[in-house]
């Protein structure tokens, strides 16, 4: 399975919202509704942020919001704050029949300017 | 609160057996329906899903690496141990293990991940 296309980076000011878009296929982002996105500060562990594409696990601010067109997944951060600065990736249920897998966007830089 | 460790070599040669071992903590893999996964991010690349271990010992691997991959674990003592045969430069990654909640498909806790150098 080929890897989720994500933009290298986005920024935004303290306040803005962003969109961070993640691009699959219909055997994966297209074909399922079990896209989740993950937030990564440096040498930290991944933090779940959002699942099957739009609900959020308790104690993920509201700010954080996920959607779903097509191919195309999307995750977007309302009212930037400095701490939301980190790197943001995608991920996708995939399968065939032999194969249950998991494909993975190539990560996004957040900048807070 | 559910944690999980990754731990093992930060160098193996090239050709030699990569073991690396993920010890958790919170939950049991014998609760049925819970899974842990391997997971690694080589420099500058995409996040690359490897494996997978299910509460009944079911055993799941992705294609390009089945044959040189094992998954096991010893749920005495709450540990999933990952082993990665004959390896190259191009398997220097960031190896992450993570829980997949029972019948979900995301990763609701992470490791926080180990650096491995397969370099001579």
């Known amino acids: 399975q080929s890897a989720l296309t994500q933009p290298a980076s986005v920024s935004g000011s303290p306040g803005q919202s962003i969109t961070i878009s993640c691009t699959g296929s219909?055997?994966?982002?297209?074909?399922?509704?079990?896209v989740s996105w993950y937030q990564q500060h440096p040498g930290k562990a991944p933090k779940l942020l959002i699942y099957?594409?739009?609900k959020r696990p308790s104690g993920v601010s509201s700010r954080f919001s996920g959607s779903k067109s097509d191919n195309t997944a999307s995750l977007t951060i309302s009212g930037l704050l400095a701490e939301d600065e980190a790197d943001y990736f995608c991920?996708?249920?995939?399968?065939?029949?032999?194969?249950?897998?998991?494909?993975f966007g190539g990560g996004t830089k957040v900048t807070v300017l | 609160q559910v944690t999980l460790k990754e731990s093992g070599p930060a160098l193996v040669k090239p050709t030699q057996t990569l073991t690396l071992t993920c010890t958790f903590s919170?939950?049991?893999?014998?609760?049925?329906?819970?899974?842990v996964t391997w997971i690694r991010q080589p420099p500058g690349k995409a996040l690359e899903w490897l494996a997978r271990?299910?509460?009944?010992?079911?055993?799941f691997y992705t294609t390009s690496l089945k044959t040189r991959l094992t998954i096991s674990r010893d749920t005495s003592k709450n540990q999933v141990v990952l082993t990665l045969t004959n390896v190259d430069p191009v398997d220097t990654a960031t190896y992450y293990c993570?829980?997949?909640?029972?019948?979900?498909?995301?990763?609701?806790?992470w490791g926080q991940g180990t650096l491995v150098t397969v370099s001579s």
């Open positions: 993570a829980r997949l909640p029972p019948a979900e498909y995301y990763f609701d806790s």
């Open positions: 919170g939950f049991s893999l014998t609760t049925n329906g819970m899974r």
């Open positions: 271990i299910d509460w009944d010992d079911d055993r």
């Open positions: 219909s055997s994966d982002v297209g074909g399922y509704h079990y």
């Open positions: 099957d594409v739009s």
């Open positions: 991920s996708s249920y995939t399968s065939t029949s032999t194969l249950v897998s998991w494909v």
